[in-house]
């Protein structure tokens, strides 16, 4: 009864699922081959896989393979011929004179399997229900085992049920898996996963011949570092390490369950996915790496990789980085040193560490029958021996596992990680219960040390009148005899000279297309080369004010500053005339591959402490307070030494003849640039321009504009902070850098400019802090996650901004007058 269902039960899926044009054959034996010309295909006998001829993605070549026959999406988990694809449709699988498997096409043979004659006088191959193509002879019964030949041997990128991954050591075979080079090409990429047979064994993926990722030694209950790996519902695993083998498989408790797991060249990842009968597509379940921690020694050796620290590498108690420097530059692959040296013999001990993944097993030694105890005294005796663990944790724990040499890649898991104990000299075990005595008497005396220094600070602060501004300004030889300059005039030039000068305006000599109008190169009769702004003329100004205004923007005089010669009015026509920047502006060094490399670290950080000067002088130590509004890396000229020299300074003031702070209803500045406040609800202060100059340093760094280089909309702040999120901020620095870098200046300048980017105003620094910040060593507070991660224009949407339109986009200065 029972027998008859299954019959029908599989005749009707068979059935189901036979192709109109394709034949299907039952088994192939040395009378019946399968043929890529009259597209036969082997079923296995549930239906479920599929062998037969293909051609992946848009190439023509034709390769042997298997593949779900119940899914749309063509699946393919193994390839027989990876190596020596079929330029034709003449491929043919059969069962030659010899017994071999083999696939022939017009020009070559592959051969699959050895000789089966002699031991087989009657070969056949099948197609299992678990996908493994076998080769066996047709009367052993149903013994099944004892396969001369099966294709589960020799996996590709794709692990089944049931398929043993790992070593068969009487056969020497070791099943690795290999990504395909890409979806077009099954030929090995550089990605493959495999058991190394150390003491002690353990998965790992290699990059090439790089450890990539370690899943870790098999502890018993799973993976050392899958903790992830724990029971659930789909599958079990199963390890196997005896004499004869050592593999891991694993099993679906649930047989109708579709699974496979690939290793994925195209990120790098060994992804498994379960399939979805309801969307119809494969669902990812896991995938490996999980995260920044499992790069396979990234913390170096005695360090511990925890993705919830930041940075995420610490060294182990009783460790310190080796070398500080490049430690505090987030570059951890040198690790950690001891703080005190073994002593060796009875003069070190243990100290036990917990929730750990277990270090590189490459040199380890492990003996099963030896408890906890027994283990630890055998460490000891050998002075290489520096960690001891249970090999098996499962239960209570058993076995005994050593490690010789340095413990690397070690990370912690919040939860299911394992004991380790390290040796530590026992100077530094008894030196721990005076550790806290130690600590105290430090944390007291640098109390006292700072009381007194703040007082000293307070008196100091009133014997000087300004002593914040003669630090800051600390060897600046700068003019700052603002009085002396008073009484000079502003010279005025007739509109005559300065035709003359630009050529009557030509187009020849437009430097460019400011905020506020074009930008000319002059020459004055007198041979200065000047700039002359002419200002376009929506000025709701009276000339008389214009003018005031404009001197009084003259006085402005600070070296970061561009210099403001005169002014020019006649008519309709309101000109400036500045000192001539022959290096032009920032954005057409920083933003140019080629140009850019004349800027090296020096010159960048130079130009980033100068902006800053700028900025303070605007803000606070000139004696109008100036916001710019419009900070941006074209507002920022260089002159001959690369000096930074703010321009369009005053403009807001000067020729909106607006408040100083406050709500505004003319809305001026840069997409890219401008403060969350100040965009959506037009409220700008100081904090305004930190946020914008906090945007100018990460340009500085990176090369990369704020705005729209990057996938989902994701702009360079979001690209910043999530890359200072996963502790490789170095990530960010522009390739033209190439080496002059000082990490240190580097790492404070991307620190500082988080916080200039913090979402409330309040959180930013003042510009005079910001200085303090970038020539002083001390530690910065931590960022809070800066605003405006997205690329997103703030003036769409349906947020309060909807009463600002925009009028142009881009790098393009926007100005928009609300009509009242
Ligand atoms: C397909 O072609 C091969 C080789 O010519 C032949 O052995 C096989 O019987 C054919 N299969 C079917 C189903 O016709
Ligand atoms: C297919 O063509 C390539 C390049 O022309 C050649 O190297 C390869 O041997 C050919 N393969 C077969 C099976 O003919
Ligand atoms: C394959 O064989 C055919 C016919 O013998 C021949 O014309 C062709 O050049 C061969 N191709 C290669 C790549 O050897
Ligand atoms: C296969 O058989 C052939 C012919 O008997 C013999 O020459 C060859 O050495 C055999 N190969 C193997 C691997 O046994
Ligand atoms: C590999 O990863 C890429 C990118 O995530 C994905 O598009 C592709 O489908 C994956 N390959 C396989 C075979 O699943
Ligand atoms: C493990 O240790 C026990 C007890 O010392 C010893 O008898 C046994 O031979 C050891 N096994 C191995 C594999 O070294
Ligand atoms: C310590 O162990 C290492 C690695 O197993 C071994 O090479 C060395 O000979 C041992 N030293 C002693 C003194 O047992």
Redo the contacts with the bound molecule.
Sequence with gaps: MDALYLFLFFSIITLRHLPGFCTAVDTITPSQSLSDVNGSTLSSQDGTFELGFFSPGNSQKRFLGIWFKQIPVKSVVWVANRLNPINDSSGVLMIDDLGKLVISSRNSTVVLSANSTGTAQDPVVQLLDTGNLVLRVRNDGDSGTTYLWQSFDYPTDTVLAEMKIGWDLRRGLNRRLTA?KS?DDPSPGDFSWGLELHNYPEAVAWKGNQEYFRSGPWNGLRYSGAPEQRPNPLFSFNFVNNENEVYVTFHLKDKSVLSRT?L?Q??Y?W?R?VWSEATRA?KLYTTVPKDYCDKYGLCGAYSNCDVTNLPVCQCLRGFSPKSPEKWNAMDWSGGCTRNKPLECGNRDGFVQFSGLKLPDTTFSWVNRTLDLKECRAKCLLNCSCMAYTHSDISGAGSGCVMWFGDLVDIRHFEDGGQDLYIRMARSALDSKSRHWLKIAVVVIAVLVAASVLLLTCYYIRRWTKQPKEAKINEGEKEPKNESSQEDLELPSFDLATISDATDNFSLNQKLGEGGFGPVYKGTLPDGQPIAVKRLSTISRQGTKEFKNEVKLIAKLQHRNLVKLLGYCIEGEEKMLIYEYMPNRSLDAFIFDGTRGKLLDWANRFNIICGIARGLLYLHQDSRLRIIHRDLKASNVLLDKEMNPKISDFGMARTFGGDQSEGNTNRVVGTYGYMAPEYAIDGLFSVKSDVFSYGILVLEIISGKRNRGLFHSNQNLIGHAWRLYAEGRPLDLIDPCLDGSCILSEVLRCIHLSFLCLQHHPEDRPSMASAVVMLGSESPLPPPKQPGFLIDKNPFEGDSSSSKHEPKSVNEITITVVEAR
């Design positions: 395909w979806a690939i994925n195209s990120n990842a992804e996915y494969w």
